[in-house]
Structure formats: C-alpha cells, structure tokens
C-alpha cells in the first residue's frame, strides 16, 4: 500500500474510531481518551479533549507498575498457560469419553452381553465402580425426593447379576388322557326332530 492510499484510508477511518471512543465512553460510563498522530502533523487528534486526556494518563501513572503490568505475559508464561487450558480441556474429554465407556459396559451386563467384569484391568474397573455408586447415590436422592424426603434403605454397591429367564411350566404326561374325539356318525342320546319341534312349542321335551 502506497503513501497515498495509507492517507485515504486512514481520513476514511478516523472518523469511525472517534466514533466508537465515543460509543464506548457513553454505553459503557468509562473515562476515555483517544490520541491520534496523523503523519506530517505536530500536535496530535485528541478526543474528547486534552484535559479530559491528561487526566486519563494521570490516573495510568498513579497506579504502581506492578498493578499495572500484573497482567501482562511474557511468551514462557502464555505458553504455560496455554499448556494448562490444554491439559483442562484434554481431562474433559477423557472423563466424557470414560463416562461413555462405563456406560456402554453397563448396558452390555444389563443386556446379558457380558456375564462378568473379570477380564477388566484394575483401572477401568475402578472407574466403573465409580461410575455405579454415582449413579446409585443419584437414584437414592431421587427417590427419596419423589417421597418426600424419608429415609430409604442404602442400595447395593455391588453389581448383581439378574436373575436367569424361567421357561415356561410343561404339563406333566401323567395326566390323565383327553377323551376320544366324537363320532359324527353316532346320533344315539341326540334328540330326534320331533323331539326339537315339541321342544320349541311347549318348552320342554318329551
């Protein structure tokens, strides 16, 4: 960018950076000050004024310089801690990314896909305890929040295997046998159609 166009862009520009110190100052209720040296010019663009300016830097200087440069980093120490906001947000996602898998290894037992924890390293089944007596202290609190606040009895702290599914009872063979199956052919003791007609008109048979 050439000469020229550094001073088109920066009358282009003043006038908004004026206006935003003024912005600022008023929605925010802040002493402000803006001092601006334009190129070839001897006494700076000051706003709003210069006193108003000479009391903003007279209140800079009254503060000691180690409250005044307490926040400021020098690159070891914004390495450090932008090391530490690492090491936070990577124990985030490890204790999501545990919680997830101790879940997903509570569902398995729940579902019969696993029958026990014995091949589980002592870590994860650690981790997996811990996980079972949060979620039991919660339900505890949880129910004794739907009754109204009375005591309830601890629960397990131990995984207990659920029960294995019962089948059905069989009927034993020693019951006695179904009677034969009746012979369409055989009309003896069934009444006769005389029999029926004296039925329906008197109401009872002969």
């Known amino acids: 960018m050439d000469r020229a166009e550094r001073k088109r862009t920066l009358e282009k520009r003043l006038p908004n950076l004026l206006k935003k110190a003024r912005e600022f100052a008023v929605l925010c209720d802040v002493p402000t000050s803006l001092v601006v ?14 006193e108003a300016a ?9 503060v000691g310089d180690l409250q005044r440069f307490k926040n400021n980093l020098d690159g070891a120490e914004f390495i450090c801690k932008m090391i530490d906001k690492a090491k936070e947000e990577l124990s985030t996602v ?11 290894l509570m569902d398995d037992f729940f579902a019969g896909r696993r029958r026990s924890f014995d091949d589980l390293s002592p870590e994860v089944f650690a981790a997996l305890e811990s996980t079972v007596e949060k979620k039991l202290r919660a339900v505890t609190a949880r129910q004794q929040e739907l009754l109204g606040g009375s005591v309830l009895p601890p629960l397990p702290t131990q995984l207990v295997q659920p029960p294995p599914l019962v089948m059905a009872p069989t009927f ?8 034969p199956a009746l012979d369409a052919s055989d009309v003896s003791g069934l009444p006769t159609t005389e029999e029926l007609q004296a039925f329906f008109m008197n109401g009872e048979l002969p």
């Open 172 to 179: 034993s063979s020693n019951l006695p046998p179904l009677p």
């Open 37 to 50: 040296y334009l190129p070839g010019k001897d006494q700076p663009v000051v706003w709003p004024s210069q």
């Open 54 to 62: 000479l009391d903003v830097v007279r209140r800079y200087k009254e």
């Open 94 to 104: 490890q204790r999501q990314t545990r919680d997830k898998e101790m879940n997903l």
